[in-house]
Nanobody
Framework: VQLQASGGGLVQPGGSLRLSCAAS????????MGWYRQAPGKERELAAR????????????NYSDSVKGRFTISKDNAKNTVYLQMNSLKPEDTAVYYC???????????WGQGTQVTVSS
């Protein structure tokens, strides 16, 4: 399994960015895909995740309290790609964002390379 992330960058407070993560290889269901983030000097935390099933197969979503209402995670099953739309960005959203995949039945996790998101004026 490989995860290829893209879409980070520098944005002003209040701006938006969209991250993408394309998964390749044996992506078995059920699974979770999502994004963790790690700010300088802090532990890595889950920002958002989406399941491979549920909510009529659109996937069910979970968000950390710090991003709820501002970030939206979605996926394109045909492309094995997950997206994170980040709106109303704040300086505290500055972090390295890591794409993540968990294969539930195999209890295995995979990580993409991090992509830097910097929110600054």
């Amino acid at each position: 399994v490989q995860l290829q992330a893209s879409g980070g960058g520098l944005v002003q407070p209040g701006g938006s960015l969209r991250l993408s993560c394309a998964a390749s290889g044996n992506i078995f269901s059920p699974n979770f895909m999502g994004w963790y983030r790690q700010a300088p000097g802090k532990e890595r935390e889950l920002a958002a995740r989406i399941s491979s099933s549920g909510i009529s197969s659109g996937g069910s979503t979970n968000y950390s309290d710090s991003v709820k209402g501002r970030f939206t995670i979605s996926k394109d099953n045909a492309k094995n790609t997950v997206y994170l739309q980040m709106n109303s960005l704040k300086p505290e959203d500055t972090a390295v964002y890591y794409c993540w995949l968990k294969l539930i039945l195999y209890n295995s996790e995979y990580w993409g390379q991090g992509t830097q998101v910097t929110v600054s004026s």
